[in-house]
């Protein structure tokens, strides 16, 4: 079983999942790489109610998706660490940022979007569909 549970660098936001992720995934869009600061983001899905946080510290950033939709991007203030986005194409997911885990060893994503822009150094393991833009169900 998967245990959904973390935090940020500095520790002062943690948060918990009572519910199992519903996906796991990987994003080369140019937000995420932002966002992460890294080639990709990893990501996994779980039902938006199941999170629990707790920590003062949260910030969100607002913005607009390429395709118009908004989204929500939550760091901790503190340290800067991205924690987790909500997407409107999604409304019932939240997608945390994996390497914000405690233990992200068993993450495997089953999906990968916006491979256009995946970045030449960037390859991830396995046989993992890949879609040109968004996910067909985003
Ligand atoms: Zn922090
Ligand atoms: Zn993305």
């Known amino acids: 079983?998967?245990?959904?549970?973390?935090?940020c660098l500095?520790?002062?936001?943690?948060?918990e999942c009572s519910s199992e992720p519903v996906v796991s995934a990987v994003c080369h869009c140019?937000?995420?790489?932002?966002?992460?600061?890294?080639?990709?983001?990893?990501y996994v899905g779980v039902p938006k109610n199941s999170l629990t946080t707790t920590g003062e510290s949260l910030k969100t950033f607002e913005g607009q998706g390429g395709s118009g939709k908004y989204f929500h991007r939550t760091f901790c203030g503190d340290c800067g660490s991205s924690l987790y986005a909500a997407i409107e194409a999604a409304p019932d997911l939240l997608f945390i940022h994996a390497g914000t885990l405690d233990d992200a060893t068993?993450?495997?994503p089953e999906v990968q979007a916006w491979s256009g822009n995946q970045l030449p150094c960037?390859?991830?393991?396995?046989?993992?569909?890949?879609?040109?833009?968004?996910?067909?169900?985003?």
């Open 10 to 15: 500095c520790g002062s936001t943690k948060y």
């Open 122 to 138: 960037a390859s991830i393991n396995g046989d993992v569909t890949k879609f040109e833009g968004n996910l067909p169900s985003a």
């Open 30 to 42: 140019k937000d995420c790489q932002k966002h992460s600061g890294s080639a990709f983001g990893l």
């Open 1 to 7: 079983m998967a245990t959904v549970k973390g935090g």
């Open 106 to 108: 068993w993450v495997q």
